[in-house]
Structure formats: C-alpha cells, structure tokens
C-alpha cells in the first residue's frame, strides 16, 4: 500500500549544471574564429592545476583519455599486470588493455566500495605476478586510502594512476585529489568532465601530475606532434613540426576549455550542494532500517559524485532491480555503480573469473542504488525521493 503519490514529472538521475556565464563564455569562443586547442586550453590548464594544487595539468578530451595517457606516459611494462578495482566503469579496465597489460581485479572495501589495500598488500606480497602500476579508483568521489595504496606503490617500485573521475573537488587528509608535486613522478591523477560530472566541459578529462610527467603525455595527446596547431598557426607561429611518436587525438577543444574555466569558477559552490544534499539524504534515510547510507571516514573530505545507498536485503521482499523498477513508476530515476567488470562477458571469459572471486564487490553490488546527486536538485526533490523509497519499502516489507 502506497502512502505516496507521485511526483508529476520525472526526476532524472543526472543532470549538468549550466548557467548563462557558461553559455556566454562557450559563444564568446564560437565568436572568437579559434575552436581548437589553444588560448582557453592554455587558461584552463593553469585554473585547473591551480585549483587541485597540482605542478601541472593537461587537458584531454576525456577521463579515459587521461587514464591511457597516464599509463603511457608512465611508461608501464606492456605484459604486466596492473592492479584495479571490479567496482569500477569499464575504460578503467580497457586502458589497462589498451597499453598491452592485464587488468589485475582486487577486491573493494565494504564501508567505501574503494580498493581494499590489504587486499592489494596481500596480492603484492604473494608475488605470483609480474606487476606494472596501481590504479585505484575514488569511488563516487569518496577518496580511497591513499596513504597506504602510495606507500606500497613506493614499496614495490608501481606507479600509482588514480582513477579520479568522480573526485574532482575531494581531499583525503586535507589535500585535494590530483595534487601531485613536482618531485612526484611515479603518480598521476585522471578526471572526468563528461557532462554529469562535478564539473562538466561536455566530455572532457584532465590529467595532473609533476610538470615531467605532464610533458610526457603532452605529445601523445596530439599525434605525438611536437607542436600543436595553436602553436603553428597563431601569430607568431611556425608551420613546422615533428612527430615523435604515434600519437592518438587526445586533445581537448577550445569550446570545451571556456565550458570548463566557466565551471571551475563556480565549483565551490557547486560542491557545497552535493554536500547539502548528501546531508538532506542522510538525515532522512537515518530511521530507515531498510537501508544502508554511505559512510564518510572521518579524514575525507568528499566529492559526493553519488550518493550509494544499499538496501538491507534480507528485509525486503523484492530484489534491487525491481527495487529501482518501483521508484521509476514513482517517478524517481536512479542507477547503479556499477555492475563489477569481472562478471562482464570480455573480462569474465578472457581471464576465467568466477562470480565469487571479488565476495565483497558482488555482495554489495547486488544491493546498490545510486540516488540522485546533483546541484540543480532542490530540497523538494530530495524529499521525493525519500518519500518515494519509503514508500517502496512499505509495499515490500518482509514481515519476520
Ligand atoms: C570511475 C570512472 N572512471 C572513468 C570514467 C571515464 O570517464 P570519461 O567518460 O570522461 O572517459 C568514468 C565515467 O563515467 C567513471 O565513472
């Protein structure tokens, strides 16, 4: 029995957040007769490193992008194996691919659904691979234990590339995410800017890193040209230049950089929202004891991409898919991050994993909803969608 109706129109799970500044500065580069990389690509990139306390920036046309330059420019064994999360989006596993390694699944934390470093520890110590890097993955912008993942990355000579595409805006221990000093060049870290994320260039991704790490993956963002076409066509311009090595066409666009520069501006603000509705929610969603709020460990600060709610299963009598079925009929959209990659069909049949090689990972997969998280949600739509899983719950409460 419902105690709810539901709400008139559809609430999306995602959506970006544009203004009129965004809009203005995008048409003020339409207006400019320069689309490509150039001047805004140059401002965006110092913002950016600026604003993530980082020795350099470059930036790509996206978060995969900047995980394959990463790991290119770290020069990472091609044949060896790197260390991930299954609890992840696939192209953190294809990159790996894509370099000519393995994808080497280590199981996740049940509190932050982040890579487990004991786990990590353990497959290290065991020894039985020829090991490349580590590639965690901030998980819905909550950062994972960073101290202790760089310190064996130190230990066993891995170059530590961090999947920060959710985490724009997080600080583990007081230090935002993707700050890397000069001295650092055994560490990179690669966001995303497609459109739904904290902050948006349309797609789009950064990488940051040391200044060396960041020159390095310069040329391979552009054909592996030795100068770009800002470079040789701007005034004072030469039209020479030379390929250093085959390339991919990484770069990022002109129109792209005003969008991100606009959204820079206003991350702050942006990011107490997500912080405010993460509140709302937990706030709400205390008394439920059908469901599980995420929880933030106390030295994190984070980025609140999603917000992962986990129903209590055994006390419900409906699955998570018909659990999410039931809040699209009441008009609520949510999602689920993310199916684990080793029960996808390329991973599972080329490297014969089994269902229960990640224990923790397939558990909580199958009790995951990510809810609604994004600054233009007002206090209302929060209240929906609590309303809404209230009423979800009543339905398909098992009675002990
Ligand atoms: C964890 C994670 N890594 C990487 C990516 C890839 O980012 P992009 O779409 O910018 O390539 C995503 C995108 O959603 C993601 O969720």
Excluded at 139 to 155: F, N
Excluded at 165 to 176: L, M
Excluded at 201 to 218: D, F, M, P, W
Excluded at 369 to 389: C, E, F, K, N, Q
Aim: negative net charge; charged residues 20%.
């Amino acid at each position: 029995m419902s105690i709810m109706t539901s709400r008139d129109s559809f609430l999306r799970f995602a959506q970006p957040t544009i203004d009129e500044s965004d809009v203005e500065e995008v048409v003020a580069v339409l207006r400019s007769g320069w689309l490509t990389s150039g001047p805004q690509i140059q401002g965006f990139e110092k913002e950016f490193a600026a604003e993530a306390n980082a020795a350099a920036a470059l930036a790509v046309s996206s978060g995969t992008a900047a995980m394959h330059l990463a790991l290119t420019a770290m020069r990472v064994a091609a044949g060896s194996a790197v260390i991930t999360t299954p609890l992840t989006f696939c192209s953190t596993a294809h990159v790996i691919e894509q370099v000519g390694c393995r994808p080497f699944f280590v199981d996740v934390e049940p509190e932050t659904l982040n890579l487990d470093p004991f786990e990590i520890r353990k497959v290290l110590e065991a020894g039985r691979q020829d090991f490349g890097a580590i590639l965690p993955v901030h998980y819905g912008g909550h950062p994972c234990e960073l101290d202790e993942i760089l310190d064996l990355g130190r230990r066993y000579n891995l170059p530590v590339v961090e999947d920060a595409a959710h985490a724009f805006g997080a600080a583990f221990r007081g230090t935002p995410i993707g700050e890397i000093g000069e001295t650092d060049q055994s560490r990179a870290a690669c966001f995303s800017l497609y459109a739904t994320k904290n902050i948006t260039s349309g797609e789009g991704g950064v990488l940051t890193g040391a200044e060396s790490v960041i020159e390095e993956a310069r040329p391979w963002s552009l054909h592996g040209m030795s100068r770009d076409s800002w470079q040789r066509y701007g005034p004072r311009g030469s039209w020479e230049y030379e390929v250093l090595m085959p390339g991919f066409k990484y770069n990022m666009s002109d129109i792209q950089a005003a969008l991100g520069r606009a959204q820079l501006r206003r991350w702050h603000s942006m990011q107490q929202r997500r912080t405010e509705i993460a509140s709302r929610y937990s706030q709400m969603l205390v008394d439920i004891e059908e469901v599980e709020a995420p929880e933030t460990r106390k030295y994190v600060t984070p980025a609140w991409h999603l917000y992962p709610l986990r129903l209590r299963l055994e006390s419900l009598t409906i699955n998570r898919a018909q659990f999410i079925e039931e809040l699209r009929l009441l008009n609520i959209g949510t999602s689920v991050h993310f199916i684990p990659l080793h029960l996808q069909p390329y991973y599972r049949d080329r490297y014969q994993y089994a269902r229960g090689d990640f224990p923790v990972a397939v558990a909580q997969f199958d009790r995951l909803i990510s809810l609604p998280i994004y600054p233009r949600m007002t206090d209302g739509d929060v209240d929906d969608v609590v309303s809404a899983i209230r009423a979800v719950i009543a339905r398909n409460r098992r009675h002990q």
